[in-house]
């Protein structure tokens, strides 16, 4: 294997048509409308305007085979395609021109970059592999975990890093699932910091240190207390969590969430940290998961949304059959288009359910409500759900005359019964914590192959 490190012209290097981040696309205006809608090229180009592209990483590319003097990245598609929008900000996808062009005048991007040029795919393959499948036993990069971070962000200046405890908060709960990505991007880590520095308030929610996520409290109440703390501060003045708070004001809202029930009122003998991961599929540890002293808040009710699955449920599919059918549910309105929606719905449901049931081993041939029937067996006997977990599964598969079985998903399709989309929605909504841990599963067993 060869390979050698070269300067060569950004306009010499174009965009990888068979990207893994995407379907194969055939030009490369389209890989960019999906890079910059899906990969937040728009947040790193931003990062490469205000400090210029990483001195770690290069790109890694191999010939082109049809243009002569060209490459294709095999590796850095986002760097390149951030890059490519910097120099030439009329290559964006229409909405977003504006936002490069602003973000080139503060920008200086260079004609030409480092990369690394191999023979070809395979001769790369290794490598990219060793960046991107994860710890592979030891020999791939291996991710810190949220104390790891933290650590490292204790190793600068307080000055300089003023809001690690507040970032290291607003990655948890998304990752957790207790907030969006883009209500991530909404939060104010200054404001957070103002809270988390107050011990009186890190004491309400249960945590053991000022610099990391460890705590005292059990995960289930900490994930709690942190998603009302974090929502609030989304909703701004009138709940509390602002900008322009006093001691006394933080201490009391402190105390607020105490009387509210929201707060932990468990205490462990030891500081966690909680496992940096996907929610577990443990009922008590769900973000998703209701319990009596959770409180109900005037927010905007879940019946009332337009889409069936809701912004803040994210997935990650390889199959491409599932994944279609899914994004199109994600999209589509379903007050307009109630019957698609429905039909969506249960194709969605029957591909996963079949996937499952053919990764464990089991029969996946049979009627829909029978499949669903083997799916809720296997959770309550193999993967310890409980029987209220999956009991939305068993009514699908027994009650026939109900809202949730297939039959009645049917006849929305076929016309004669009309869905809603509340009823839509809340068939979603009884099914996501389920759907959760299959899609994780799934995705564990395409990663191992």
Not at 16 to 42: G, T
Not at 108 to 113: E, K, N
Not at 159 to 174: D, F, I, W
Not at 237 to 243: D, I, L, P
Request: aromatic fraction near 6%.
């Amino acid at each position: 294997m060869t390979n050698e490190t070269k300067t060569l012209q950004l306009r010499r290097i174009y965009l990888d048509n068979d990207n893994p981040r995407h379907d194969p696309i055939d030009n490369e205006p389209e890989i960019v409308a999906y890079l910059v809608a899906r990969e937040k090229v728009k947040e790193l180009a931003a990062n490469i305007a205000e400090r210029g592209t990483s001195p770690l990483e290069r790109l890694a590319v191999v010939p082109h085979g049809v243009a002569k003097n060209a490459f294709i990245a095999v590796e850095g598609n986002r760097r390149l395609c951030a890059l490519k929008l910097l120099s030439d900000p009329e290559k964006a996808p229409d909405g977003h021109r504006t936002y490069f062009r602003e973000l080139s005048k503060k920008a200086s991007p260079p004609d030409a970059i480092d990369v690394v040029v191999f023979n070809d795919r395979d001769s790369a393959r290794q490598w990219i592999e060793l960046r991107h499948e994860g710890a592979l036993n030891g020999i791939g990069t291996r991710q810190w975990n949220a104390t790891q971070k933290a650590r490292f962000n204790a190793q600068g200046s307080s000055t300089s890093n003023p809001n690690a405890q507040a970032l290291l908060m607003v990655e948890y709960a998304e990752r957790r699932g207790l907030i969006s990505a883009a209500e991530r991007a909404a939060l104010s880590l200054t404001t957070l910091t103002r809270f988390l520095s107050n011990p009186v308030f890190r004491n309400v929610l249960g945590l053991a240190s000022a610099k990391d996520l460890s705590a005292l409290v059990p995960q289930s109440e900490f994930d709690r207390g942190v998603e009302k703390f974090l929502r609030d501060a989304l909703e701004g003045k009138e709940t509390g969590v602002h900008s322009r708070t006093t001691k006394q004001d933080r201490e009391d809202y402190g105390r607020k969430l105490q009387k509210q029930g929201v707060a932990p009122s468990s205490r462990l003998s030891e500081p966690v940290s909680f496992p940096d991961k996907a929610p577990s599929k443990s009922l008590e540890s769900r973000p998703n998961a209701q319990t009596a002293s959770t409180p109900r808040r005037d927010n905007k009710s879940p019946d009332k949304r337009s889409k069936v699955i809701p912004s803040r449920f994210t997935a990650r599919i390889s199959d491409k059959v599932l994944k279609r059918l899914y994004d199109e549910l994600k999209t589509l309105d379903a007050d307009e288009y109630c019957f698609s929606c429905a039909y969506l719905l249960r194709a969605v449901l029957e591909q996963t359910v079949r996937l499952f049931l053919k990764k464990r081993g089991k029969g996946n041939t049979a009627e829909l409500h029978v499949l669903l029937g083997r799916v809720a067996d296997l959770l309550q006997n193999d993967d310890g759900f409980s029987a209220p977990q999956v009991k939305y599964l068993r009514t699908m598969a027994s009650d026939r005359d109900s809202k949730a079985s297939p039959e009645t998903l049917g006849a929305f399709i076929h016309g004669s019964q009309i869905p809603t989309s509340v009823e839509l929605a809340k068939a979603w909504d009884n099914l996501s914590e389920v759907l959760t841990f299959i899609f994780n599963e799934l995705e564990k067993s395409n990663n191992a192959n």
